[in-house]
């Protein structure tokens, strides 16, 4: 037992934070239930901002009963841990006041600070010294030897000691297992414990050597909790306790008193289920630099999901709260640190835990003290620290409370830890204070769930706040959820197709993929199509609201192959200019990039607006060069009540003359025809408006043309503004700069014109030529600009539809 090998150590690390998942909205403030003795903590995400803030007020009925519900548990879980407060008192007590007085305590501890007198024995009869191997009655009988050696008054004690072996179940010792020494120096005696001060086992019962200078002069009132000796004289306390009384005492190690730690519930060292409860609950009192974790084992099995630990600011106090799955004796281990220690937690007390009925066992996530501090609680589900996902069902959900300063992200981890891409959503209810998070995994098998936090405004990185296990099982159809952000909630964006899938794909003899998204009609949406490299695809992406199913539509086209991005952007139409934000993302994996690429020219919102639809080039944001061309065509349909322009830039300046936008009646489409004076890469942009409208146009759609070859350039008769509002259209001749003196026939369609004449210069030619909305005749051109001029019934003044220069 005590001394049969020797003292078993425990220790655990510094462990990332920790979890409760509701304690029926109970407020927490915890440390993770720690890891087997002896791991290194992972403060991965754990960067904590310590600024608390106040609890905000809301007049939300929900809110409210949720609040109340809170706190209600709370009381009754304190009223139930104050009923047994009351237990009777041991009276432990030193017999000699005076033996720890500050001289002696200031030589005691110069003596350890002293290297020296740590060097190593090797050369003494007794059996320790010849195979280096003893239990407490060979450190015993060498240290009394050691002290006669030098005139120092020693004795060897035996008694009972909750070492290695140590069977917390019996309530009665009849043979004595340890053995000890007590010297006496300036009169006083003092106890000490060789055995344990020369190391101890570890987990695997391998001895390791290290000196623990606590257990040499040791405070008797300490020393009392883990060794009772034969003769009650030896306890050297002022009211010796009994037999009894030591095996309530709990098990404790010199962390229990150095960090000045205090139980304030249970006063025994086994403890039981709360009343109709699945767990039991332990307070402790620490000086606020402290700080603990706990760990609940059946055997050597630590118990996952079993511990949770909180400080409660209001009283001051560590709850620690343990949960068995089952019935049987279970050990409970309280470890502590300093705040400021990064390092190990070293084991402060043990307690244990006897369940004999158990009908409805519960467990606890990992919550960190960064939880309680955002104030957090859990919805659903409770008191759960694995999730299950079965029977063919796609994703879990978990709902938090929250206040609205709060920020969440999460992620999702598969067996192996390599995160799912699109296996988690997370979005907030403002109306309802909670944060909704869905977890979808790909595969079979163990995850982890993990979720993060921060208030708003703060600097640095997410903080882990809640951590969940998810087994999965008959997962046969899974799913995956695109890339969400604030915005697509706040504007309230929903995707209507495609459901639930993170990574979009080409179908077999497919150019593009389209996405529909519901959102309201003050939204306006965005969208871009980025590459493997991280660069727009030009003309990949095409993205209006279809008034017809009143859903807005969003085109993607890549050009090669690879894995793209599509990011659309939203913002209220309200927002002056182009405040969009980052709504959500996919990811567009491209296995093959497609025979006939598809593209799209850049359109405008108003394209939109006005009903505009383009005709050739069809599914090209390029505009065709024909073979010997001097200029290209593009057809658009319009609305009869909607007036086109537009212009060709080359290096970004305007061609003067070099675009014809006129309305074909017979094929009802407006005819565009732009004419380059270079080779090289052009830009063609139309304009629209309303003819009711002013004369302010807007931009519609942009083309790229990309001239290869020119053999001749042309230019175009300048049009006005009454060519375009009434529909009017050139036949010939299309070109300008007429040639001096030679005949040329003018044809044109000019509808419900009253009168259209000719004028050379300032003069006026006969009038003739025009019949039912066609004009056509022959002139002789002069020297003289040519202008063709109409009048309309309702206003008999003339105005200009064309005009010619001449070479």
Known sequence: MGCKESVNSKYVIAPKSATLQNFNDIQHKSILSNDDHNHHGDNKKDSVI?????????????????????????????????????????????SDLYAFNDKFVKQRQAAIDNIVYRTTIDSWPEGVFRTRKGVCAGYGNIFKRLCDNIGLECVKIGGYAKGYGFDPKATLLTETDHAWNSVQIDNHWYLIESTWGAGSLDDNRKFNKKLNTYYFLSRPEEFIYNHLPEEEKWQLLASPITMKQYMTLPAVWPQYFKFKLEIVHPKSNIVQLLNNESYTTIQIRAPVNVELIGSLKLGNEKIKG??????????????????????????????????????????????????????????????????????????????????????????????????????????????????????????????????????????????????????????????????YGLEVFDLTEPISFPETFKPYYDLGLEVVQPKFQHTLRLKDNTSHIQILIQAPLEIDLIADLTNCEGEKVSGGYKVYFDKRSSLWRCLFAPQESGLHKINIYAKKK??????????????????????????????????????????????????????????????????????????????????????????????????????????????????????????????????????????????????????????????????????????????????????????????????????????????????????????????????????????
């Open 50 to 94: 310590s600024n608390k803030s106040n609890r905000q007020q809301s007049n939300s009925k929900n809110i409210r009963q949720n609040r109340k519900h809170r706190c209600s548990t709370i009381a009754s879980l304190t009223q139930s841990i104050t009923l047994e407060t009351g237990a009777p008192q041991i009276d432990i007590r030193p």
């Open 306 to 467: 079993g511990a949770y630990v909180r400080f409660d600011s209001e009283q001051h106090l560590w709850f620690c709260y343990f949960a068995p799955p089952s019935t049987g004796f279970y050990e409970i281990m309280i470890y502590a640190k300093e705040k400021s220690n990064s390092g190990f937690y070293p084991s402060a007390i043990q307690f244990n835990l006897e369940v004999i009925n158990l009908t409805n066992p519960i467990s606890f996530p990992k919550i960190s003290e960064k939880f309680d501090e955002l104030k957090l609680a859990v919805i659903q589900p409770t008191y759960q620290h694995t999730l299950k996902l079965e029977n063919g069902a796609t994703h879990t959900k978990i709902l938090l409370f929250s206040l609205l300063d709060i920020l969440l992200i999460a992620n999702l981890t598969n067996s192996v830890g390599e995160e799912v891409v699109g296996g988690h959503e997370i979005f907030f209810d403002k109306e309802k204070h909670i944060w909704q998070c869905l977890f979808a995994p790909q595969t079979n098998g163990f995850h982890e769930i993990s979720i993060y936090g921060k208030k708003q405004g703060d600097i640095g990185a997410y903080s882990s706040v809640i951590t």
């Open 574 to 807: 309200s927002m002056q200019g182009n405040k969009y934000a980052q709504a959500i993302k996919f990811n567009f994996d491209v296995k093959q990039a497609p025979t006939h690429p598809t593209s799209y020219p850049k359109t405008t919102s108003y394209f939109y607006h006005y009903d505009l639809h383009i005709i050739a080039p069809n599914n090209s944001r390029f505009s065709v060069w024909p073979q010997n061309a001097s200029y290209t065509e593009i057809l658009l349909r319009a609305p009869m009540n909607i007036q086109l322009s537009g212009d060709i830039k080359y290096n970004n300046r305007k061609i003067e003359n070099g675009s014809l936008l006129q309305y074909d009646c017979d094929k009802d489409l407006w005819q565009c025809l732009f004419a380059p004076q270079n080779i090289g890469l052009h830009k063609i942009t139309i304009y629209a408006k309303w003819i009711a409208e002013s004369d302010v146009l807007h931009s519609v759609v942009e083309f790229d043309m990309d001239v290869t070859h020119l053999k001749r350039s042309t230019t175009f008769p300048q049009t006005y503004s009454h060519f375009y509002q009434t529909k009017c259209k050139i036949y010939e001749p299309l070109e300008d700069n007429l040639k001096r003196g030679s005949t040329v026939t003018l044809h044109y369609r000019i509808p419900d014109a009253d009168k259209v004449r000719i004028k050379s210069g300032s003069e006026w030619l006969t009038e003739g030529g025009y019949e039912k909305n066609i004009f056509k005749r022959q002139i002789v051109v002069s020297n003289e600009n040519i202008t063709i001029m109409a009048s309309y019934k309702d206003d008999n003044s003339f105005h200009s539809l064309i005009v010619y220069t001449m070479k």
